[in-house]
Nanobody, 121 residues
Framework: VQLQASGGGLVQAGGSLILSCAAS????????MGWFRQAPGKEREFVAA????????LYEDSVKGRFTISRDNAKNTVYLQMNSLKPEDTAVYSC???????????????WGQGTLVTVSS
């Protein structure tokens, strides 16, 4: 199983980025997909997750209304649209696949390597 995250970069506060995570080696439509992030010196935290069939999604409170998770099961890809970015969103963002749409990282079976998002003030 491989999860390849991409789309990170340097953006000014208030800007937008779209992260992608391409999955291979698994039946993508059988898995919930999550995004997590880890800022320097901090623990990994949940960002967003989507049901395997896109029936519902979950968001961490600080990103609600700014971030949108979506998926294309035909392309085995999950996305994270990030708008109105803030300096505190700076982190390495990783995607993960698991059996349930939850905010708990230990419930996810497979992880990608992460992509760095840096938001300047």
């Amino acid at each position: 199983v491989q999860l390849q995250a991409s789309g990170g970069g340097l953006v000014q506060a208030g800007g937008s980025l779209i992260l992608s995570c391409a999955a291979s080696g698994l039946t993508f439509s059988n898995y919930a997909m999550g995004w997590f992030r880890q800022a320097p010196g901090k623990e990994r935290e949940f960002v967003a997750a989507m049901h395997r069939g896109a029936a519902y999604e979950l968001y961490e409170d600080s990103v609600k209304g700014r971030f949108t998770i979506s998926r294309d099961n035909a392309k085995n890809t999950v996305y994270l649209q990030m708008n109105s970015l803030k300096p505190e969103d700076t982190a390495v963002y990783s995607c993960a696949a698991g059996p349930r749409t939850v905010a708990i990282s230990s419930r996810y079976d497979y992880w990608g390597q992460g992509t760095l998002v840096t938001v300047s003030s």
